[in-house]
């Protein structure tokens, strides 16, 4: 009766089970995948943000495939500010980042087509292809000691078939945090060219360089590329300015001429069809902007200083491993081969207190990966992490 896009085995696993069963219990679990901004004890400028909302203009339907131009412009002012200058005209507004992918999706593909998706990184790409009846083929990302997590070409030749329509990166990834480098980009782009694949670039913690991070060149988006192939790259507020609430999200289209003139007449159609960003939203995009400086300053700087934590408990060199992230919200931690990170994750949970999550989640290879949230407070993340070290140290 239902449809094979969804998963045919809905049931939680252990560690969810777990989780449920010390939540009905009303115990206090220290959660350190948290990755909702508004949960993480920030100070938000609420006056701004509030009265941003309250815009007569919201009292008038004006629909538009793209959404509305001022809002669009908006973002490109916002994007200029991140080092991106993009015409208004190449920007379609969506409720969601996952709503870009579907929209991305049903432009590109057929279904029974593949996208390659990069191995590990965020989970839901994986389902939101399942949605489109598309299938997402993993080409696996590198880590070692002295370059990090990096791609390499080998990989996605060995993942491509003729039924992929495009590449998708996450730039910088999550979980990893690695930014796509110069050279990477250029064996990409040669790649989705010889194939004739669009990119699509997830850009949504593009603006999450952790302060101390030591990273030599400055980060690269998929819109300053070189124009042979269709691009489409990704943002929203959810991350930009730590408001999932307010859903609004963004694509931005890139490449040569008669290929992009023909993507954008038919997203004009997709959008068309769904018109799912709320009209106050929009009215509010140029004012929210304005705590954009604010609350990524806030962010980064929580983030860089669990990171300083998380290392000091576990160094690069120590038996559990940090693989420092240079940007994002997110830390991975590398067990000895002999712990199972499935068994780990549900231990630190019943005997801790502590929830993390296992590698598998994000697609780790191995079995021996957790990844740590950088967003809760200090003290919280303090002392969850000093209780996972009483486990595994
Ligand atoms: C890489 C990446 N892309 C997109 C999203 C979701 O963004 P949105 O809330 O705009 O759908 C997330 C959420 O964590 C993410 O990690």
Known sequence: MFSSRLPSDLH????????????????????????????AGFTYPAETVIRALEQEGSLVYEPHPRG????????????EGEGV?????????????????????KLLADPGDAVLIPRPSYPLMELLAAMEAIHAIPYDLSW????????RKEELEASYTERCRALLVINPNNPTGNFLRRHEWEEITRFCSTHDLAIISDEVFFPYVLPRSRIHDPPVSALALPQQTL???????????GLPQVKLSWIVSNGPAPALREALDRLDVIADTYLSVGTPVQQAANALIAIAGTMQGAIRTRCQTNLDFLSSVFPADGNVQLLRPPAGWY?????????????????????KNVLLHPGYFFDFPGGEHLVVSLLPQQDRFEEGIRRTAELLC
């Not at 830390?331 to 005997?351: I, Q, Y």
């Open 85 to 105: 200058r993009v015409d208004p005209d190449r920007i379609y507004l969506t409720a969601s980042t996952s709503e870009a992918y579907a929209y991305l999706f």
């Open 12 to 39: 939680p696993n252990d560690l969810t089970r777990l989780l449920a069963e010390k939540r009905a219990r009303g115990m206090d679990i220290i959660d350190l995948t948290e990755s909702n901004p508004t949960r």
């Open 144 to 151: 070692t000691p002295s370059a990090g997590w990096h791609l």
């Open 68 to 79: 509305l131009w001022s809002a669009r412009h908006a973002v490109a002012g916002y994007l």
């Open 231 to 241: 691009v489409f790259a990704l943002g929203g507020f959810s991350k930009a300015l």
């Open 331 to 351: 830390a991975v931690l590398r067990l000895p081969s002999h712990f199972d990170e499935g068994l780990t994750a549900c231990c630190l949970l019943e005997e």
